[in-house]
């Protein structure tokens, strides 16, 4: 196993807001159009700021900048590029961004730690068309010449300390903008019924609750352990990540998912949003391996 080490560095997400509402108003090929679009215009701005992308999870990039100021340009820069091509009044395509600057572990191409912890809360709280980070990544970036306003104090889960929360301000009237806290508050409730119900040759599992990680694979350490040959000892994960279930391909083949809509799914070495229901197969494609199909639901 690769060990970890730590780098300093600004972690950013960046998410579609509304993509499920997008998906019930323009169908799933015309709203996975506009998604994908919107997903490959972030990222080229952030490789325009030298930054890099860690992982895409559906309508959600994550990156890693090592400079605070290329972070918060690029930032700005993705919320006025998709103002000017895609409309101010098109409620469709509109991004929510988080940022944290500190230490992060960088392990196997990923980053873990408080940092991105932090960040993906950041995130978590911005509404469309907003960038929100903190007081310590809005100190670090001493070369952005852009603007923020303090908002007020966040309480996390296992901090003493409450973050101070700034909006970063990107568009000239955002002087104007509702203020997101009117008061301290604390960290927003995660969805406590959000889980994921699998069944595999009989047996159920359960993705939720304390539950936050399954491992999927032909190893004994697996929590869903398939018999087949097709399948990697540690083929895949299943987890949930600010409000998602999302499953995430580790395997040497790839894994194929099929909705109960009849739509294929192919993934391999990257990370796919699960919202509906069907059956996962490892290696080979569903129909070829229907003696090993996992079946999931998604419960809300």
């Keep these: 196993m690769v060990e970890g080490h730590q780098e300093i560095l600004t972690v950013m997400f960046a ?7 997008l998906y019930d108003q323009l169908g799933d090929v015309k709203a996975e159009e506009r998604i994908s679009w919107v997903v490959a215009l972030m990222v080229a701005v952030v490789e325009r700021h ?16 090592g400079d605070p100021s290329s972070a918060l340009l690029a930032a700005c820069e993705i919320q006025q590029t998709l103002r000017e091509k895609a409309g101010a009044d098109d409620d469709h ?5 988080g940022l944290q600057h500190g230490k992060s572990i960088v392990k196997e191409g990923d980053l873990f730690g408080d940092t991105v912890n932090v960040a993906a809360r950041m995130a978590g709280l911005a509404l469309a068309d907003q ?9 670090a970036a001493q070369r952005a010449p852009v603007a923020s306003r303090r908002i007020n104090a966040l309480y996390v889960k296992g901090k003493e300390a409450p973050i101070e929360v700034h909006e970063v301000l990107w568009q000239p009237d955002d002087g104007e903008l509702t203020t997101l806290f009117s008061s301290p508050v604390k960290e927003a409730p995660k969805r406590e019924h959000l889980a994921l119900a699998l069944l595999y040759l009989g047996k159920s599992f359960r993705l939720g609750g304390e539950t936050s990680v399954l491992n999927i694979g032909r190893g004994s350490a697996c929590d869903v352990e398939v018999s087949s040959r097709a399948a990697s000892r540690v083929h895949a994960k299943l987890e949930i990540l600010r409000d998602k279930i999302v499953l995430v391909d580790q395997s040497t083949n790839g894994t194929f998912v099929t909705l109960d809509s009849g739509e294929a799914l192919f993934i391999h070495k990257e990370a796919l949003p699960l919202t509906r229901s069907g059956v996962i197969s490892l290696g080979v494609p569903s129909e070829e391996g229907a003696e090993h199909l996992i079946s999931f639901h998604c419960e809300y």
Excluded: H, P, Y
């Excluded at 395509?93 to 961004?97: A, F, H, Y």
């Design 93 to 97: 395509l509109k991004v929510r961004i």
């Design 15 to 21: 998410d579609v807001a509304g993509s499920t509402r």
């Design 50 to 65: 030298e930054g890099a992308l860690i992982k895409t999870i559906g309508d959600e990039i994550m990156c890693r900048f």
């Design 131 to 139: 960038i929100i980070t903190t007081a310590e990544c809005v100190d």
